[in-house]
């Protein structure tokens, strides 16, 4: 059974418009979860993480958003631009195993 | 400063064979985590070692085993492989063993792609 969720498997927005990639999990003790992006050919690379004691944390254009009683998680990039397509993996911290559960990814495709 | 390198890229084995894949950390890095990828799934845990001994171990059979050698180097063994095995195989470093509360990143290889015919 999947803990971590990413419903959408694909996204394709405008360059320059907001790109939202959604995420959900199952398991409240969940306190820490990332996100990573994947280009073909190469591994995931971090991109921004957040804990359970913030519900927003930003960098640069990228802002991640926590919504604890709805188990849900959120990456907003904007603006878009076409370097940012690549496929977004939502991650939770496994915790003691110092191990990360990923979900199966949104392909996001930023058009110019 | 070079990261985590992974050999072979690319590896064609065929059922019930054994297969050992490379990963070099980091300069530095002394822990090494494995996880496996199969073809529209996210990176599953399989192993993280640091400083030479097993610090986790996600739900894989005992087929599949692991060591790390004092240069923090790692190997990934499958033995018996399946063709349920093919997927992108993904090792991943850090200074020292992964835990969100240190505010550790992990840093992931390319890969090694293997096929199981």
């Known amino acids: 059974d999947q803990q971590v969720k990413q419903n959408s498997p694909s996204l394709s927005v405008q360059e320059g418009r907001i790109s939202i990639l959604n995420c959900d999990y199952t398991?409240?003790?969940?306190?820490?979860f990332l996100w990573y992006k994947k280009y073909p050919a190469e591994g995931p690379t971090f991109l921004i993480s957040?804990?359970?004691?913030?519900d927003k944390n930003e960098d640069g254009r990228f802002t991640v958003f926590l919504n604890k009683s709805a188990k849900h998680l959120s990456l907003h990039i904007v603006p878009s631009q076409p370097g940012d397509s690549a496929v977004y993996f939502c991650?939770?911290?496994?915790?003691?195993?110092?191990?990360?559960?990923f979900g199966k990814g949104t392909k996001l495709s930023v058009k110019p | 400063d070079t990261g985590v390198t992974q050999s072979p890229t690319h590896l064609i084995k065929t059922r019930g064979q054994q297969v050992t894949l490379r990963c070099s950390p980091i300069?530095?890095?002394?822990?090494v985590s494995w996880y496996q990828q199969v073809l529209g799934q996210g990176p599953q845990f399989i192993f993280q070692?640091?400083?030479?001994?097993?610090?986790g171990r996600g739900n894989f059979p005992d087929r599949f085993s692991a060591r790390q050698f004092p240069n923090y180097s790692s190997e990934l063994n499958v033995n018996a492989l399946l063709l349920g095995d093919s997927a992108l195989y993904l090792c991943?470093?850090?200074?020292?063993?992964?835990?969100?509360?240190?505010?550790?990143?992990?840093?992931f290889g390319s890969g090694t792609q293997l096929s199981v015919l």
């Open positions: 991943a470093s850090s200074l020292v063993v992964y835990s969100a509360a240190t505010n550790e990143k992990l840093f």
């Open positions: 398991n409240s003790m969940f306190d820490y």
């Open positions: 957040i804990s359970s004691i913030k």
């Open positions: 991650a939770a911290d496994g915790g003691s195993q110092g191990n990360l559960i």
């Open positions: 300069s530095g890095h002394k822990s």
């Open positions: 070692y640091y400083e030479k001994e097993e610090r």
